[in-house]
């Protein structure tokens, strides 16, 4: 597949690139008007990520109006466990939440089996499909999925947390059953991520965003296995890992079989850059913060990291941008990265 601006995959593969190519974390989302103008005329989230001609086009904005270098196909980590037959509901100002968790083996054996879930997931492979002609080959398209742990994590707890206290208790009252859980999990997101390859995403991004809620020797037994598992599965294109908040972990994630390893904004990149192997590439990692500031401060602190990465980069925020952030702000920071040359 070959496309207008294949800058994004080249420097994914560690390519020499002649400057970083630059995309954000939740880019299609509210930030945009055109997103908040969509999203207001539907009845909420689900509707959205269920409609593919809709998800297609929310996907497609940021790369009309910021110009990224990637889109990311608009969807949701939760579903997968959907899929398995654990609904969510996406409340307004609260976050997800699961009207049933898991709390024992036997809820685990009442999901669906893990090979029936991409069955359940057309309408993101449809996305896919309308969003890659819509494309035009203008871009690449990353798909993405929770790590196991985080999916774990939602199901177990019901819904945010600040502590996943439930979930981490299920780890230490019941590991086999805590494995039993993530191992199908695992296997779903692995199968439902190879559709998505075959459907057209050109690399893989997987979300461990409650990874900092772990100690290190659970995070290796409970989180880090099934990542790795994932990525066995995944060949045939790059895959990105983001595990937020584990920098502890960075050594053993930096060994995984995947091309680029995401930083959350409290990595120091010339640190992570010792502690992973010389092959990976970085993807990061400006504070989501850092946005509000006047666009002077954020051009010079744009600068300065690209500058503390050298190559072997791929520049984007240190987590997801937020919803209230200017958009100018937002516009600052792509256009400083895309009139960088090395
Ligand atoms: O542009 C993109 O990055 C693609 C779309 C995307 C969404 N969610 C859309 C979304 C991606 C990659 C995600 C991943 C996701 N979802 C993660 C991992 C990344 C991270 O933030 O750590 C997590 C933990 C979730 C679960 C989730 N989805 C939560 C906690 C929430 C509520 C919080 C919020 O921002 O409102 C969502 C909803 C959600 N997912 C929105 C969007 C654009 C807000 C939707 C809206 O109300 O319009």
New binding site residues.
Partial sequence: MSYANDLFLRAARGEQVERPPVW???????ILPQ?RAL?AKLS??KE??STPDLAAEV?IQ?VDELDVDVA???????VIPEALGLDYN?V?KV??RFPKTIKSKADIEALRPAEDAPGHLRYVFDALDVTKRELNNRVPLIG?A?APW?IFA?MVEGG?SKTFSKARAMLYRDPATSHLLLEKIARATAAYLKEKVRHGADLI?L?D??AGVLPPAHYREFSLRYIRMICEELSEVPVTV?A?DARHALPELGQLPCQVIQLDWIADPVLARSQVQSDKVLQGNLDPVQLYAPEEEIIAATKKMIGAYGDRHIVNLG??VY?DTPLDGVKAFVNTVKAHRY
């Fill in positions: 954000l974390m939740r880019q299609a989302g509210r997103y999203r909420g989230f959205l990520v996907t940021p990311i196909i608009f969807s949701d980590i939760l996406m307004e976050g997800p993405f929770g985080t939602y945010g991004q979300f965003s409650w983001f937020k987590h997801g919803p």
